[in-house]
């Protein structure tokens, strides 16, 4: 009888580690894709300078919440996992995305590691990538409302090149 109830008290526990590891209670959250206004070869990448410029390079991270949220912090980890930039942005900066409770957020990539949000997705251009990356960037999120926190770290790794060209 005594493990009957040991188990029931548990479940609850469990349960609630589940839904965070889903990326929320209800496993609405989800980081969809993580592209480059920059590609090479058809893959993304980051570039510090395009034609001697650094125009910075937008990342568009494509994500899925229900509900409404507060705001989402963008941190860009290298290699390591060391925190190299980060930004808050508010719910409201978010722009719809293709289906119903989908999102894009815009954001301009400086070689200073400055992130700035944009109120458009530009256009993907292809550019010649000038000798091997410098590093590796990955973009993780942490969505926020009112009364939780959801950490979603992305799997693609955008590799960083000090010059491009057109």
Known sequence: MKKVILAALATPV???????ALG??????????VTTSHTSAGAPVLCNAVG?????????IGLAAGGTIQNVRVNLKDEAGKIVSTTDVAGNYLLKGDKDGEYKLPLTRRSTGAL????AV??????TVGGAPIQ???TDIVINRTRSAVPLASTVALPVYATCTL
């Open 24 to 33: 929320g209670s209800d496993g609405s959250e989800k980081l969809l894709s």
């Open 52 to 60: 001697g410029v650094d125009s910075g390079t937008q990342i568009v």
């Open 14 to 20: 469990v349960l609630a580690s589940c839904g965070t």
């Open 136 to 138: 590796t960037l990955k």
């Open 116 to 119: 700035t949000v944009n109120s």
């Open 122 to 127: 530009n256009t993907v251009a292809a550019v």
